[in-house]
């Protein structure tokens, strides 16, 4: 290999950095609009999903579609999603199937959100700002699959690809934490309140993931995200 070539291999790996570690006051800033970029998040997950909560911030002055949480498996690209196709308006997808929570529109600020589903009811819950929205149905009896490849920052139409660039992320993105169960009110809140939480298959202070593109770690711009 030229001196040419290996620098050219030393710049790429740089771009698509693997890592765990704490993130606790940090944020991934997703730095081009529109853009392909996108982090690839590693979670243990030994058997299919009956229960789950997903929650995590974000910070865009965005108004076209974009997607914040992509949970693929090679038989279902929006077995978990988190889409927000206007600032009025979220998507939460399971199983490829979708409920709508109309929102406020945002204030240049922070939004936290959580979201989680449990098969035996088919009962979706929403929760923006610490605040529940009315809960809703969604595929009663199904089951996640559990070979999957989760993203933050494109949505998936097809399994670790087939991106649309105008769904994807631009902003900030911090906070995120995917649990194997449903979270009571309390721990809803506590996520909010960036408070103590109980073990997550993805953790936002372990987290393992590795970075795809223009998308960097930076500090986060204040000390605390909730009120």
């Given amino acids: 290999m030229g001196q040419l070539q290996l620098w050219l291999a030393i710049l790429a790996g740089l771009s698509e950095m693997v890592a765990q570690e704490d993130l606790y006051r940090k944020v991934f800033v ?21 229960n789950f909560t997903v929650c995590l911030r974000s910070y865009t002055d965005l108004t076209r579609p974009y997607s914040l949480f992509s949970y693929a498996t090679k038989a279902q690209d929006n077995e978990i999603l988190l889409f927000k196709p206007k600032p ?50 969604l595929q009663r009896g199904y089951t996640v699959g ?8 494109q ?3 097809a399994f670790g690809g087939g991106f ?10 911090a906070d995120v934490y995917l649990w194997d169960a449903g979270l009571s009110p309390d721990k809803m809140r506590a996520a909010y309140q960036s408070l103590r939480l109980p073990p997550a298959v993805v953790a936002w202070k ?13 500090p986060r711009l204040r000390e605390a995200l909730g009120p």
């Fill in 30 to 50: 997703f730095r081009k609009d529109p853009s392909d970029a996108y982090v690839v998040l590693r979670a243990k997950l030994e058997q299919p999903l009956q």
């Fill in 88 to 137: 009025s308006e979220y998507r939460f997808y399971v199983g490829g199937r979708f409920v709508t929570f109309r929102v406020p529109e945002g204030r240049g600020d922070w939004e936290h959100v959580c979201a989680s589903w449990e098969s035996a009811t088919g009962i979706a819950e929403f929760w923006l700002n610490g605040k529940p929205w009315p809960r809703k149905g």
């Fill in 146 to 153: 559990v070979e999957a490849a989760i993203l933050l920052g």
């Fill in 155 to 157: 949505e998936q139409d």
């Fill in 164 to 173: 649309d660039v105008y769904n994807s992320f631009s902003g900030e993105l």
């Fill in 206 to 218: 372990s987290l393992s993931y590795e970075v795809k593109g223009d998308v960097v770690v930076k």
